[in-house]
């Protein structure tokens, strides 16, 4: 549940007294906690009505304590829960009018979620993304978005968005491609999960035709529990094929 932060709906202004900064010196306070966000990030954000800075008379951007508060809240919702700008500006216009907002699960679970619990199923509230938001979030080009999905890499929704397991792999992709790991490396990871989730269809396939709803509930779980064993057991094999490696 999300509470009015403070300076609530005036965006852009200050308490007297309270410095304005630089956009320099927002990045560095929100750095901590958010070591990938950039100037153009913040820029973005702006842009997008997200965050309404002061201008001085020769047009730089000074920030309030409450716009740096109120950036943060943005980045936090992003990455926590994968949602859109769009749905992100609700919420604050609604904490702006005092009201309280209840945000999905947080989505970051889901780097570990073969071992965490999962939503069963998506719903309503499940977060999507837009393809601009997306490149946004990512700090990668249009031409990199092909190539993931050319590749197979990833895969838009019909209308166009990207859920959040999606968000999730595009972003374990760009962090590769930092290291080098083109699109065409990274063929061979999903051809073993796409192997790993075939054998654990396998094993479930015979509970879901099951008459039993409670069956069929049960396989949704052992699917869950087989998907995070298979996971923890791929990372270890990598672990120890590295480790018996020659220095």
Known sequence: MLRTPKGGADRGTAPAGEPLVSIGAVLTRLRDEFPEV???????????????????????????????????????????HYLPLKVIKEHLEALGRGEQVALPGPQRD????????????????????????LLAALEVSADDLDAWESYGLIAAQPDGS????????????????????????????????????????????????????????????????????????HAALVRTALHGRPD
Do not use: C
């Not at 039993?212 to 298979?230: D, F, I, K, V, Y």
């Open 162 to 233: 990207y859920d959040a397991d999606t968000v999730q792999v595009a972003r374990l992709v760009a962090d590769l491609g930092r290291f080098g790991l083109e699109p065409r490396h990274l063929r061979i990871m999903k051809a073993a999960a796409e192997r790993e989730a075939g054998l654990v269809e396998q094993v479930v396939a015979p509970l879901r035709r099951h008459r039993n709803p409670q069956t069929r509930a049960h396989a949704e779980a052992t699917m869950r529990e087989l998907a995070g064993l298979s996971v923890r057991l």
């Open 38 to 80: 950039t100037i153009s990030k913040i820029r973005f954000l702006e842009a997008e009505g997200l965050v309404e800075p002061r201008r001085t008379p020769s047009g730089y951007r000074k920030f309030s304590p409450q716009d740096v508060e109120r950036l943060a809240l943005v980045l936090r919702m992003q990455r926590d």
């Open 110 to 133: 889901r780097d570990s979620w073969p071992v965490a619990a999962v939503p069963e199923q998506e719903g309503p509230t499940a977060a999507r993304v837009g393809r601009a938001e």
